[in-house]
């Protein structure tokens, strides 16, 4: 029987499956643990979705990080890692009010071990419109608060 005791991840080094610059959130975190991270150079995250959903994420929040995580462990040969996977939309308690909820998840092939971390707020300037007119486009943009936060604009579907 595993316990929390035999799981030792100090001193170790956990691949950081990442392409948009999360170890300079997650990395002193971990290194706090004792573990020390390392982005591997060319890795594509985007490959597994984009929030602009210009790439569909395959399958859940969950199962995105999942795939991540073991993808950056083939590429590197390492047996601890790290990813993360963000997403911005209903709560899922509440449907009805906008949430940003980011996932992370460390796998660890030595142990068998997998921990999911999730942080879920409300304090979010996230929202969408279907606009019409340039007039419109642009009194949400200023709702957005832009440009201080980006704005991402789609066509309408047929």
């Not at 029987?1 to 030792?8: F, H, L, P, Q, V």
Request: glycine share 8%.
């Amino acid at each position: 029987m595993m316990t929390a005791a035999s799981i030792d991840l100090m001193g170790r080094r956990a691949v950081l499956a990442t392409m948009h610059g999360k170890e300079r959130v997650i990395g002193p975190v971990v290194a706090a643990l004792g573990i020390q991270t390392e982005v591997p150079p060319g890795f594509d995250s985007d490959r597994y979705g984009t929030f602009t959903r210009e790439i569909s994420r395959a399958g859940s929040q969950l199962e995105a990080a999942r795939q991540k995580a073991l993808a950056a462990m083939a590429l590197t040969g390492y047996d601890l890692a790290l990813a993360s996977e963000g997403a911005f939309g209903p709560d899922p308690m509440i449907p009805w009010v906008a949430c940003d909820r980011e996932l992370v998840l460390l796998v660890d092939r030595q142990s068998g071990l997998e921990l999911v971390g999730e942080a879920i707020s409300t304090t979010t300037n996230y929202s969408q419109a279907r606009v019409t007119s340039l007039t419109e486009a642009l009194q949400f943009a200023d709702s957005a608060n832009f440009p201080s936060h980006a704005l991402v604009a789609m066509p309408m579907p047929p």
